[in-house]
């Protein structure tokens, strides 16, 4: 893998515990409430993720680069802070960023398909993330999804004095290491997610379940996950859980917009996330499902298939634009469409304000609408264009 010359971390990062998150999926959710969690400990949590820098809920009016990252941080310093949760993309670890800003504790959420376009091959990828746990240091602790079928891979390059913690969610199938924090049971409603937990060695006097407003099965992985990065840094179970109640999942993340009938914004825009983002809707679903969704131009062009097929649960489709960049719209719908199994009844609609709006309206008082793969974005990249676009505001107001 390439290397770039990286910076010596200043001197202050010693006052700081890090907490890195990378994976395909979960890496945003992961993080903010691991930085929720670690504030029960000590005030102000530096948080450090693709929506933006912050210091507890307060956003920082930083630049989202190096330079922005490390003044977050002198200002979590300069305002008595001890713990940073970071989320931590491919192209960062790739750049050098774990050599950078070593983080104590690293978390790996899961690996899917995506982001081949920058990265060549699945194990190029994959050797990108794997820059988080070789950097970890002698007395740290990884932190792993037990049900990925990658994690061993990971466990592999895990230097020698590095404690390793792992858990798990039934729904991801067979565990692939021992798993040390196990959900027996995960249910779902319009108002939460509840995991029941198993008899757990690493902490064996912790609470029974966790509950998190959020909705989904990917929602309580990322509770796991972030639950274990809090007690690893020192922060008692107990407190570790009751944050994670007021642990809401950030903007655009099966987002409910709209009730009577459902609507829902998620940025699910992968073949995985798409499939588990359908799946938490199907339970809850009392009448039709139907998805409304396109994918990026010039992105990872292999997956549109497979998105396809992972659609394929719903009763209806409609396919739109996503962010087209300087492609054909028309020619990525097909693409999805080619992997679309027989059942639903599909329809394409690329203008995508329109296909939200005529699509929610066109629903009974029982159907669930979900509109998938740009979640909290507010602007459509068309060609070179920026336009104003929000799939939040739109189903809002054809909600109304």
Known sequence: MPSLEVPAPPAFKAQLTTVGVTGT?????TTAWAARALGALHRPVARSTTVGLYLDERELELPKSYDGFIAAMRACVDGGGRHVAVELTSEALLRGFAKAW???????????????????????????????????????????????????????????????WTYGVPSRGEAALAVDLDATEVTTSWTGTTMRLAQSNVIPFGPSAL?????????????????????????????????????????????VVARQPYGVVDFAHTPDAIERTLRTARALCRGRLVIVFGAGGKRDVHKRAAMGRAASVCDAVVLTSDNPRDED????????????????????????????????????????????????????????????????????????
């Open 25 to 29: 999926n979960g890496k945003t959710t």
């Open 102 to 164: 070593p983080p104590e504790i690293g978390v790996f959420t899961n690996l899917s398909h995506d982001h081949l376009d920058a990265h060549g091959s699945p194990e190029h990828y994959l050797a990108s993330k794997a820059q988080l746990f070789m950097a970890l240091p002698r007395g740290g602790t990884a932190i792993l999804n037990a049900r990925d079928e990658t994690a061993p891979l990971l466990a592999d390059v895990i230097p020698a004095g590095v404690r390793v």
């Open 211 to 255: 509950w998190v407003p959020a909705i989904g099965q990917i929602f309580a992985e990322n509770a796991l996950a972030a639950y274990l990065a809090a007690v690893a840094a020192g922060v008692s179970p107990f407190a570790a859980a009751g944050a994670l109640v007021e642990a809401v999942a950030p903007p655009g993340r099966f987002e």
């Open 329 to 400: 719209p028309a020619a990525i719908a097909e693409a999805i469409r080619a992997g679309i199994e027989p059942g639903p009844e599909v329809t394409l609609e690329l203008d995508r304000r329109r296909a939200i709006s005529d699509t929610y309206r066109g629903l009974g008082p029982e159907d669930v609408l979900v509109v998938a793969g740009r979640g909290h974005e507010t602007h459509q990249q068309i060609g070179e264009e920026r336009v104003p676009l929000s799939d939040v505001e739109v189903l809002r107001e054809a909600a109304r």
